[in-house]
């Protein structure tokens, strides 16, 4: 049986920016869709409904321990003015994986494609159409039952908000500098960092807080156990050419699998280049440094596509990339999937999704 959404307009519409004066995550489109979750119902009433404030019981478990999980993709105009999501089901598979994790009862998969379909749908007018501009998408759960005992909460709201956003890279990429940190930890073994949940966000801002004063861009997360396998950079999957090899660190369980991720090692495949997920040291990147082996390294994830590094820290030592300067394989990529998302390469894949 397919449940039907209900649909509430909202009867005043917001005035929308305009593409060059957009920016990240500060303004929202008319409407949001949600879903509740009790023990008793399962999850119930799919609606779309105004964009607007949850009311929420003080002692709602999500506010004190945490209980939630997102996730964030895009949409794109094309050239043709078709709107389209970057591979949407990817995304809720993920939603799903990370609910799993913090003991949220699973959404249907279907339902919850088509609530990002759907709500996108209604909001066409939103997206925005400069090149580099995009509608975020961003589902998220939370545990809303009044209860301060600690166990997986038996109430929840699944929602939807899209926010228009800004070219990450209005001046063009721009090879930013690291600090690689081994003081704090972003995630361990056995912990939650393969989810994405807000947690994992407020464990990071520390450092990266420590790292900006210091004038870095970002910061470089090691493993929690011997500090010294790379994680991820920031909030985004690590990748480096060393010699003739890229390298990636595998899905262990502390890194997040990400969707840019999978799509990157599987057009590098594509073409042929020897890619390896393993685990890499900081010390075999230093040394690959010195010995002028290691040139290329990048981040990867939806709001960027791909981050450039140019310069990385490590105990005082300053390891820089390719001159500072943004590397071959590094701008291939970033133009390949910008390609696919804008409709201006092919997706054989079929990785874009018309709404
Ligand atoms: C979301 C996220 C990524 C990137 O995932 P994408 O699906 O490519 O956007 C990488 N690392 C962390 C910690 C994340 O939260």
Redesign the pocket.
């Known amino acids: 049986m397919i449940e039907p959404i209900r649909i509430q307009k909202a009867t005043v519409k917001k005035q929308k920016p305009k593409d060059k004066d957009l920016t990240f995550g500060t303004v929202f489109t008319d409407h949001m869709f949600v879903m509740d979750f009790q023990e008793e119902k399962g999850w119930y009433d799919p609606r779309v409904e105004p964009y607007g404030p949850f009311p929420m019981d003080p002692a709602a478990a999500v506010l004190h321990y945490a209980q939630a999980v997102f996730d964030?993709l895009k949409a794109f105009r094309q050239r043709d003015g078709k709107v389209v999501l970057f591979r949407p089901q990817k995304?809720v598979e993920?939603l799903i994986e990370s609910s799993k994790r913090l003991c949220i009862p699973p959404l249907d998969p279907e339902l919850a494609l088509r609530s990002l379909v759907e709500l996108v749908g209604m909001e066409k007018d939103w997206v925005p159409s400069m090149v580099g501009t995009s509608l975020y998408v961003r589902p998220t759960i939370i545990a809303n039952e009044p209860f301060l005992g600690v166990r997986p909460a038996k109430s929840y709201i699944y929602y939807v908000i899209l926010s228009p956003v800004g070219a990450y890279y209005p001046e063009g990429m721009n090879p930013v500098k690291i600090l690689v940190v081994d003081k704090y930890v972003r995630a361990v073994e056995g912990g939650v960092g393969g989810a994405?949940t807000g947690v994992?966000y407020a464990a990071s801002l520390y450092a990266a807080e420590e790292a900006k004063h210091g004038g870095f861009t970002q910061v470089l997360w090691l493993d929690g156990r011997e500090r010294k396998y790379i994680d991820?950079v920031g909030?985004?999957?690590i990748m480096m050419k060393i010699g003739d090899e890229v390298i990636t660190p595998p899905l262990s369980g502390t890194?997040?699998a990400?969707?840019?991720?999978d799509s990157v090692l599987t057009l590098m495949r594509e073409w042929g280049l020897r890619v390896s997920e393993r685990p890499v040291t900081i010390d075999e990147v230093a040394q690959a440094a010195h010995k002028g082996q290691l040139q290329e390294v990048w981040g990867?994830?939806?709001?960027a596509v791909i981050s450039p590094v140019g310069e990385l820290s490590y105990k005082g030592e300053r390891i820089v990339i390719n001159g500072g300067r943004i590397g071959p394989l590094t701008q291939k990529l970033y133009d390949t999937i910008v390609g696919i998302q804008y409709g201006t390469a092919p997706d054989p894949h079929g990785w874009t999704v018309a709404v």
């Open positions: 964030g995304h993920r994405k994992n991820e909030t985004m999957n890194i997040l990400g969707v840019t991720r990867t994830g939806t709001a």
